[in-house]
T-cell receptor, first 113, second 116 residues
Framework: SQTIHQWPATLVQPVGSPLSLECTVEGTSNPNLYWYRQAAGRGLQLLFY??????ISSEVPQNLSASRPQDRQFILSSKKLLLSDSGFYLC????????????FGSGTRLTVV | AQSVAQPEDQVNVAEGNPLTVKCTYSVSGNPYLFWYVQYPNRGLQFLLKYITGDNLVKGSYGFEAEFNKSQTSFHLKKPSALVSDSALYFC??????????????FGAGTRLAVHP
């Protein structure tokens, strides 16, 4: 069966420090991968999505970047964190091209101080 | 533009009563619709989806949703609410223009509070 792993679960980082969040998927090949941010416990904002190794699409220009160095690995990064980067970050995967929904990771709570 | 709306920020219901969480959508063509639930500090969990077929879709934990094309709605329902159903619920529609990217457009979420 397919599983998605996301870590760390919580992170407290000072302003100006770098960030690396990792997401990996098991049990499937060539998944579509997504990074979302959820602010204030409500709406979801799509940050990045990827349909293959090295293929990254950005939805919103910001202080973050994403990379997909391997088929089932998706990394969210920042060189210098801002206070506004605080939030709950969710990774998700889906198969393609079937009209499937997403399977989400358990999320990372990032607090920038 | 394609969109999905959840008109209620919060829904309050007494345990044992039926519940409805509303969702309306706007897409061109046939919609693919989804409901997800999120418990505090957790990822979203899939509840159910409508792709085609019967308008009444049954999902996890006793939830069901009714697809109504004329009203462009996909309301989530449960005959008898449990306190443990208290969570944040998201409606989503597949962005048809996204093709193989399979992007989902999420509503803003509705917080369901079930009171004992």
């Amino acid at each position: 069966s397919q599983t998605i792993h996301q870590w760390p679960a919580t992170l407290v980082q000072p302003v100006g420090s770098p960030l690396s969040l990792e997401c990996t998927v098991e049990g499937t090949s060539n998944p579509n991968l997504y990074w979302y941010r959820q602010a204030a416990g409500r709406g979801l904002q799509l940050l990045f999505y990827s349909v293959g190794i090295g293929q990254i699409s950005s939805e919103v220009p910001q202080n973050l970047s994403a990379s997909r160095p391997q088929d089932r690995q998706f990394i969210l990064s920042s060189k210098k964190l801002l206070l506004s980067d605080s939030g709950f970050y969710l990774c998700a995967w889906s198969g393609s091209p079937d009209p499937q929904g997403y399977t989400f990771g358990s999320g990372t709570r990032l607090t920038v101080v | 533009a394609q969109s999905v709306a959840q008109p209620e920020d919060q829904v309050n219901v007494a345990e044992g009563n039926p519940l409805t969480v509303k969702c309306t959508y706007s897409v061109s063509g046939n919609p693919y619709l989804f409901w997800y639930v999120q418990y505090p500090n957790r990822g979203l969990q899939f509840l159910l989806k409508y792709i085609t077929g019967d308008n009444l879709v049954k999902g996890s934990y006793g939830f069901e949703a009714e697809f109504n094309k004329s009203q462009t709605s996909f309301h989530l329902k449960k005959p008898s609410a449990l306190v443990s159903d208290s969570a944040l619920y998201f409606c989503a529609v597949r962005d048809i223009a996204s093709g193989g990217y399979n992007k989902l457009i999420f509503g803003a979420g509705t917080r369901l509070a079930v009171h004992p």
